[in-house]
């Protein structure tokens, strides 16, 4: 990443995502209702935070915490000018990439961005090559967030373009993901759970992959996972809400069912996507980390062994 792109990011601050309010939300706080409305910003922190620094917009103006919003405006998510943020050298498995846009593998316990340094967003400039297009961005940008817990494919948009086209689909719900991920107890079909986040709609779908007996927790189930909204930390929650908690959720699970050095065991291992150029299909998908298996099948020898 050269100076000059840098210094071109700062000149003409690029607009990351856009948000139309509709009908029925007038008289909403802008930090209230923004909650949730862009992929990149999930969590109320961080977007009283984005307002603070003057990278939210509303019909063009900076908007603040207490600016009321109307159906037909427009809210805009917009880089602002900063310093330049150090590289953090850490090696990352891309899965795919090109002058737009990449797909990189995201490991479990790092933050996907934020203030600290040991983030992917850091760590973006040492694995993926420059874009040539005229509408690189400084840097690569999430396109949207994962649990620092949660492993898996992370979308990242190397172009202005990229990251407004994707943003959008995951506005417009048109970015699908599959997470897997092993739950406690035995699911025996596949379902939908609807059921309100923080007072918005959180619709998550899930199928039963195989269940294995375990002497701890009587029996384990690998499942996909389907999230239809993307709320904040909407799996582990609708799966606790459900009665079928994932396995190694210290904030939703049950205590005593937490494996030591083992963590969260969900992974995001597939998505669908229409390229921002040209409208292409895009799919990638990769297994999910070998120790769920692992897990599984030691669960499953020590049943064996203890009723033998």
Known sequence: MGDDS???????????????VPEGTDGARLS?????????????????????????????????????VRAGQRIDLI????????????????????????VVDKPAGILVSGNAFRTVENALPFNLAASGIRSALARPRP????????????????????????GRGFEGRDISKRYR???????????????????????SEYAPVFSVPSLR??????????PRTGRTHQLRRHLAHIGHPI??????????????????????????????????????????????RTLLERERRRWEKFHE
Not at 6 to 20: F, G, N, Q, S
Not at 143 to 166: E, F, M, N, P, Y
Not at 193 to 203: K, Q, S, W
Not at 217 to 226: A, I, T, W
């Open 217 to 226: 927790s009587g029996r384990l189930s690998l499942v996909d996972l389907f």
């Open 32 to 68: 209230e209702y923004a909650i949730g409305v862009f992929e990149m910003v999930p969590t109320r922190n961080g977007i009283k935070n984005a307002i603070r620094r003057g990278t939210v917009s509303v019909d063009g103006a900076p908007g603040t915490t207490a600016t009321r």
């Open 247 to 292: 396995l190694g959720d210290s904030l939703y699970g049950p205590e005593g069912l937490i494996l030591r050095g083992k963590g969260l065991f969900l992974a995001a291992v597939e998505i669908s996507f229409a390229h921002p150029v040209g409208g292409a299909p895009m799919r990638f998908a990769i297994d999910e980390p070998a120790k769920f």
């Open 181 to 203: 991920a092993i739950v406690i107890g035995d699911i025996a079909g596949p379902g939908r759970i609807d059921n309100h986040i923080d007072g918005r709609d959180a619709v």
């Open 79 to 102: 880089d602002a000018p900063g310093p330049v943020r150090p590289v953090y050298e850490m090696k990352l498995h891309v899965v795919y990439e090109d002058e737009h846009l990449a």
């Open 143 to 166: 396109v949207h967030r994962i649990d620092a817990q949660t492993s898996g494919l992370l979308l990242v948009a190397k172009t202005s373009l990229a990251l407004v086209a994707l």
């Open 6 to 20: 840098d210094v071109r990011a700062k000149e003409r601050p690029a607009v990351l995502a856009t948000h139309t």
